[in-house]
Structure formats: C-alpha cells, structure tokens
C-alpha cells in the first residue's frame, strides 16, 4: 500500500499524528476546510507515486535526480513548488521505492524488484474542469498549470471514444454524445437535447471527470491477454531488447511473445489511480451519493485500482458509510439480494480498504471506525452541532 508522509509544506506543518504516514487504500478521503493542505497532499501523491513510476521505467536520469531543483521542477506540474522551504519534508514508500525530500535533497532507495510491476495510470481531476465545458482548446488559456492542461488533452481523448457515447449518467435520466462536426459534447434525454455547456453547473462539473473515468476504465479493463506483433518492424525491436538483455537469441516465438508480454507491462497501464478535487462540486445531496456509488463501482475491473478525494461535503462520509455497512451486511447470503435493491452490488466497498483524513490547522487526523462505518466525531459533523448551537442560543435570546 502506497504511503506518504508530509511535514512543512504549504499550510501543512506537523502532518499526520503517530508516524506521519497517510495510507492511500481503494478509497482516500481528505476532508476539510479550504486551505488547509488537502488539494496540497492530493497533488503531492499525485506527482511522487509518478516518480515511483517513472524510477521503475528508468525514464529519468540518476544525475537528474541528484540535482536540487528536481522536487521543485517535479512540482511545478499541480503549481505547488512555491509550498516547499528548507523545512520540508516528503517521504513516500510505494510497493517498490523508497523515497525521500529533506533538507532541500532527494534519497531515493529500492524496495524490491519490479519484475511484477504492473503500470499505473495516474490521473488528477482538479476542480478548474468545468472549464472543458465552455474552452474548445485549453491553449487558450496558456497559463494554467500543467495539470490542468494535462486534464483538457485526455479529456479530448475521451468525449471522441466510442466507450463514452451514448453514455447514461448516474442521475439526471441524462445521456452523453460527442457531436463531431460541432466538436461539442451534448446531454439528451427523451424530451430535450443540450450541449454541456448550457446543462446545469453540477453536470458541467461532473460529467468532464465522469467521462474521463469511463474512457480510462473502458481502456484498461478490455486489455489484451495475449500478444501479437503488428508488423515484422516491431518484431524486430523485441527481438533487440531480448538479446541485449540475456546475450542470445529467443528459443522460439513463445518465448519471444512472453518476452514482449512483460516489458510491455512497463509500457501500458493496467490499473488506474484517480485523484479528484471536489468530485461533489454543485451537486444536489442525492445526486452526490449516486456520484459515489457511480465512482466505487469503477473500481471493480483492477483490484489495485484507487480513488482519492477532497471533499467540502457533509454528506461523502454519511454515503460511503452506506456502502461500507451494506458490504459488511451482504456477507450474509440471505441479506445479499435484499441489500442489492437498497444499494448496487459493484458499489459496496469494505471498510478495511477505505481511509478518511481530516485536516485542521497544519495538522492531519486519521478519523476513526465504529463497527466498520466511519466515526460521526468528524470536522463535518461538529460543524452541523455549531449550527444546532447557534440556532439554540437564538432561541434562548428570543426567550429573555
């Protein structure tokens, strides 16, 4: 399980309690008031879980590594290097690197060999992406962060699949197609037809994050199981990279195939990591629970696959709390079927894969479980009694 400790970096100051270290599971959520470091620790898992992918690719240079601008330059993609001081320190432990920021230098340590390594797809949703809705081409804004443009180009990619057309949303009784001479994503029902970017703002913020996740889990999940060599060029280049590696030529044809097959999975992603800023933004409470029972059920076709997300709603933790006591209740055969009409079965998610984090003034709270449900002794909650309290004390000054 990937790990990642965070000390001294923007509005983050003593971190986590205990060892410091955050446990990015099949769900994380990072809840909290604005500015308080979660979009900070979000990006950060974002770019050094990218580092553990580039290390085991060997796509960056040992000497780059050793040069104090790497983690600042690293960080410049989310727009987050200006949070680092001589203070800071990042430590994140992945299935295969070690890896270390402190004292303004980089360690970087081997865990295990990555023969097994299987490639992830890391991809970060930020809250700017209801801009896809009314921007053609993110060029035209050439001073976003690189996140951002990184978002809109596989957004391009992903309204042009045939994995997302006529694509039906979660709630809404709306449908999705890309209209190519218009190059416009449109929403249609049975009575009505809009384009994305006169739909309401809930949808023009979900519907970008949505689509995306559809077109990456459609891609991965139909992934090939056996490998052919599309021409004889291609062969070649296998045949190339097999005998640099062992001094001799392939025994035969399988033995070359099975070859390919494992320095492929260097190459192409096989399971997806999603990092979503405010997957709740401008939706109705309900339409919130059918936005998160819609994102767990995209987890299914990789068991390593992972979702993380900050979040500013009252109600995530409520609704993955249904889904986490559904699991538990479904285990009982009887209670399987009844539980399935109450929540969707590919939407039921246990308890032990789930982390919730709170962050308040610098510091970073795991929230603790009660019979594999979430404690309601959250920032959320105490916020709803403060209300209930002032209401209170209204009451009793009307009453003097």
């Known amino acids: 399980m990937d790990k990642l400790r965070v000390r001294n970096v923007g ?119 209801n801009l896809v809705s009314v921007i053609d081409k993110y060029e035209q804004l050439p001073y976003m962060s690189e996140s951002i443009q990184d978002f809109f180009m596989i957004y391009d990619v992903a309204i042009k699949s045939s994995a997302t057309q006529d694509v039906d949303l979660p709630f809404g009784e709306l449908k999705i197609k890309y209209n190519k001479q218009r190059h416009k994503v ?47 060029a291609e062969r070649k280049l296998v045949e190339k990279e097999f ?17 390919a097959r ?36 995209m987890l299914g076709f990789s068991q390593k696959n992972k979702i993380v997300m900050t979040t500013h709603s009252p109600y995530i933790i409520p609704y993955l709390n249904l889904a986490m006591k559904a699991y538990e209740m479904a285990k009982d055969k009887e209670s399987e079927g009844k539980i399935s009409h109450i929540i969707p079965k590919d939407s039921l998610i246990s308890s032990d894969n789930v982390n919730i984090y709170e962050f308040t003034d610098g510091k970073i709270h795991l929230l603790g479980k009660k019979r594999n449900i979430a404690s309601d002794e959250n920032f959320l909650n105490a916020e709803l009694d403060f209300t209930n309290e002032l209401y209170r004390q209204i009451l009793k000054a009307g009453a003097i």
């Open 186 to 232: 449109e929403l249609y029902s049975d009575s009505y037809k809009v384009l994305l970017s006169e739909a309401s703002s809930g949808i023009q913020s979900f519907a970008p994050y949505y689509l995306v996740l559809k077109y990456l889990s459609s891609t991965m999940s139909q992934a090939r199981d056996s490998l052919s060599f599309k021409n004889l």
């Open 11 to 129: 509005p983050i100051h003593e971190g986590l309690e205990g060892d410091g270290f955050l446990e990015f599971d099949r769900v994380s959520v990072l809840l909290g008031k604005q500015s308080m470091g979660k979009s900070t620790v979000a990006k950060l898992y974002a770019s050094f879980s990218w580092l553990e992918k580039a290390l085991v690719r060997q796509s960056i240079p040992a000497s780059k590594l050793k040069t104090q601008s790497f983690i600042p330059n690293l960080m410049k993609f989310h727009k987050i290097d200006n949070y680092l001081n001589p203070h800071s320190e990042i430590e994140y432990i992945g299935d295969y690197y070690s890896i270390l920021y402190s004292n303004s230098s980089l360690a970087v340590s081997a865990l295990s060999a990555v023969d097994d390594y299987t490639i992830p797809k890391i991809q970060y949703f930020p809250a700017e992406r």
């Open 262 to 297: 494992k320095i492929a999975r260097k190459f192409t992603s096989s399971y997806l990591i999603a990092i979503l800023e405010e997957p709740e933004q401008n939706l109705f409470p309900s339409s919130q629970m059918e936005m998160l029972f819609s994102l767990i059920s």
């Open 243 to 259: 005998s640099s590696r062992f001094g001799r030529q392939p025994y035969d044809e399988n033995e070359l195939k099975e070859f």
